[in-house]
């Protein structure tokens, strides 16, 4: 498996801007296909209630910008961990190691 981890600054969740501490930006591909998956583990730095729901999320670290539509799948309030369900866009498939 291929696989590339982005530091992410400052994360938008369908528009709204979320008080961050950081977090990684996870992208992996098998060998046998040029599909990605993605994954956002972000946490923020106050108490950011969100529901278990689609988002479109806008993420800025300092290699670039990225964004796409992802599911909440697990959050505690302070931790967040969105699946990708969609196109990423501002990656290039060449940068996987």
């Known amino acids: 498996m291929r696989h590339r981890r982005y530091y992410i600054q400052s994360l938008w969740t369908s528009g709204l ?3 961050s501490t950081g977090g990684d930006l996870v992208i992996a591909a098998k060998e046998q296909t040029d599909d990605l998956d ?4 972000h946490r923020s730095s106050e108490n950011w209630p969100l529901r ?7 993420m800025v670290g300092p ?3 990225f964004a796409g ?3 909440l799948v697990r959050s505690d309030g302070r931790s967040h961990v969105f699946r990708g369900v969609g196109h990423l866009e501002g990656f290039d498939p060449d940068e996987l190691s």
């Not at 993605?38 to 583990?41: A, G, R, T, V, Y």
């Not at 278990?52 to 806008?58: N, R, S, V």
């Open 17 to 19: 801007s979320v008080p």
């Open 69 to 71: 539509p992802a599911i």
């Open 52 to 58: 278990k729901e689609p988002y479109d999320l806008d």
């Open 63 to 65: 290699e670039g910008r």
């Open 38 to 41: 993605w994954e956002l583990i």
